[in-house]
C-alpha cells in the first residue's frame, strides 16, 4: 500500500501567487515527479504565453519539495538557495497558456546542506526545459 504524498504547500515555504508547483505525485529515493497547472494569473505571462526561463523556478520549487521528503527532512520547511545552474537548455521558445507541466526531478548527489539536481519540465510528451540545479538549503533555525 502506498502512503500518500502530503501537500505541496506543507513542503515549501512559497506562498501564491509565488507558488508555481501544484502537487508532488511521485517520491521514489532520489527521485521525484512534480506537476504544475500554469495559468494567465502566472505574474509572469504575457498576452497568454509564459517564456519557458520561468520553469527554473519550477524546477527550484520542485527540488524544495523533494528536499523535504528526503532523508534530510525534518518537518521544518526551510528556504534555500539557487546556487549554480548548469547545463540548462530551453526546447521551446515559448508557453501558451494555460498549460499543464511534469516537472521531474533526481537526486545526483547531497548531503543535506548543499546538492545537485537533474530536472527536466515536460508538457505532455514535449520537452520544455531541463538543467542541474546546486542548491543550498538554509541551516535549521534556532530558538
Known amino acids: 500500500m502506498k502512503t500518500a504524498l502530503p501537500d505541496i504547500a506543507t513542503l515549501i515555504p512559497h506562498r501564491p501567487p509565488m507558488r508555481f508547483v501544484n502537487a508532488i505525485t511521485r517520491f521514489e529515493g532520489d527521485h521525484a515527479t512534480v506537476t504544475a497547472e500554469v495559468t494567465r494569473d502566472n505574474p509572469f505571462a504575457r498576452d497568454d504565453t509564459l517564456h519557458p ?40 521558445q515559448t508557453l501558451t497558456l494555460p498549460c499543464a507541466l ?42
Open 53 to 92: 526561463i520561468v520553469t527554473l523556478e519550477h524546477m527550484a520549487q520542485s527540488v524544495a519539495a523533494w528536499l523535504e521528503l528526503s532523508p534530510w527532512g525534518d518537518g521544518e520547511v526551510r528556504t534555500g538557495f539557487l546556487i549554480a545552474v548548469k547545463r540548462f537548455e530551453l526546447a521551446v
Open 102 to 143: 511534469t516537472i521531474n526531478v533526481e537526486n545526483l548527489w547531497n548531503d543535506g546542506t548543499l546538492g545537485e539536481f537533474s530536472c527536466v519540465v515536460n508538457t505532455g510528451t514535449e520537452l520544455v526545459s531541463r538543467g542541474n540545479l546546486t542548491v543550498l538549503r538554509h541551516a535549521k533555525s534556532h530558538d
